[in-house]
């Protein structure tokens, strides 16, 4: 069965740093890979997807993630972070049975400080 | 247009009532899901339905939960007998199907006391 694995629960970047937010999936054939970011007291709103097109991916708010089948990773990342990045990232992958259903990892609370 | 509504947005509760969550998807997705959210535990899925089709029910985490949606448009998820460890956010998403982006709704909080 698919899996995701988002290492670090929480992490902290200053304002203008680089953001690297780390996703590895467990899939027996290419999956579908997807980013979402919940702002607080929000629904989440997809970032960005991977559906075997370009392996790297751009997505909203400048972030961007790159499929790397020998790695089994989607990190996400962006340049320079903003205040306004703070917020809840998870990373899904499509169920191998059922490509509408999603499993989602456990979630990375990204800080920003000034 | 109107994104995925969800209410109550909070719920406070007795252990062992009922509770019914409702859920109004955009209009027009096919599909329709619900996911609970536990500190620290991520999105659990829960059941979705597409189309006319059976619901898939795989995630649902008892017998005390159903879910029904009603004319291919809202949907309600109902807790039976709440217990304490039911509490979480419950989140709605709804999509056109296939490896579409899935809308989520606001969520409702469930505490159970």
């Known amino acids: 069965a698919q899996s995701v694995t988002q290492l670090g629960s929480h992490v902290s970047v200053s304002e203008g740093a680089l953001v690297l937010l780390r996703c590895n999936y467990s899939?027996?054939?290419?999956?579908?890979l997807f980013w979402y970011v919940q702002y607080p007291n929000q629904g989440l709103q997809l970032l960005l997807k991977?559906?075997?097109?370009?392996?790297l991916v751009k997505g909203i708010n400048g972030f961007e993630a790159e499929f790397k089948k020998s790695e089994t990773s989607f990190h996400l990342t962006k340049p320079s972070a903003h205040m306004s990045d703070a917020a809840e990232y998870f990373c899904?992958?499509?169920?191998?049975?059922?490509?509408?259903?999603?499993?989602f990892g456990t979630g990375t609370r990204l800080q920003v400080f000034p | 247009g109107a994104g995925v509504s969800q209410s109550p947005s909070n719920k406070v509760t007795e252990k062992g009532k009922d509770v019914e969550l409702r859920c109004d998807p955009i209009s027009g997705h096919t599909a329709l899901y619900w996911y609970r959210q536990s500190l620290g535990q991520g999105l659990e899925f829960l059941i979705y339905?597409?189309?006319?089709?059976?619901?898939?029910k795989s995630g649902l985490p008892s017998d005390r939960f159903s879910a029904e949606r009603t004319g291919g448009s809202v949907s309600t998820l109902t807790i039976q007998r709440t217990q304490q460890e039911d509490s979480a956010v419950y989140l709605c998403a709804s999509s056109n199907g296939g490896v579409t982006e899935q809308y989520f709704g606001p969520g409702t909080r469930l505490t159970v006391t």
């Open positions: 339905f597409q189309g006319n089709s059976a619901p898939d």
């Open positions: 899939s027996s054939v290419p999956p579908y």
């Open positions: 991977y559906t075997s097109a370009a392996t």
């Open positions: 899904a992958v499509s169920d191998l049975y059922n490509t509408d259903k999603l499993i």
